[in-house]
Nanobody
Framework: QVQLVESGGGLVQAGGSLKLSCAAS????????MGWFRQTPGKEREFVAY????????DYGDSVKGRFTISRDNAKNTVTLQMNSLKPEDTAVYYCAVANYYSSSPNDYLYWGQGTQVTVSS
């Protein structure tokens, strides 16, 4: 089992940047692919970014391509999401999660963090 804790959320003005981190427990972290999702009240969880276990493969949701960057450090058991050029519509609770293979569906992810709030003001 993997436990995940997100951090780095907060309030930022439109056009600004934030860096989210996801700290994982467990020695098997490096075996897992990782993803970031976000959710707003009343909406389904939305795919934001994916990174393979070795960091070679990455993918992004259409709404964040060119603005967000996912990375990982297996030695430190962390995954980060660098968010630039933030927009008010990026406001959401952001979650990191683990998976055994590539997927943009939250249903395919095994473990989830508790989430961190990101609020972008206009």
């Amino acid at each position: 089992q993997v436990q995940l804790v997100e951090s780095g959320g907060g309030l930022v003005q439109a056009g600004g940047s934030l860096k989210l981190s996801c700290a994982a427990s467990g020695r098997t972290f490096s075996r897992y692919d990782m993803g970031w999702f976000r959710q707003t009240p009343g909406k389904e969880r939305e795919f934001v970014a994916y990174i393979s276990w070795n960091g070679i493969s990455r993918d992004y949701g259409d709404s964040v391509k060119g603005r967000f960057t996912i990375s990982r450090d297996n030695a430190k058991n962390t995954v980060t999401l660098q968010m630039n050029s933030l927009k008010p519509e990026d406001t959401a609770v952001y979650y990191c999660a683990v998976a055994n293979y590539y997927s943009s569906s939250p249903n395919d992810y095994l473990y989830w963090g508790q989430g961190t709030q990101v609020t972008v003001s206009s």
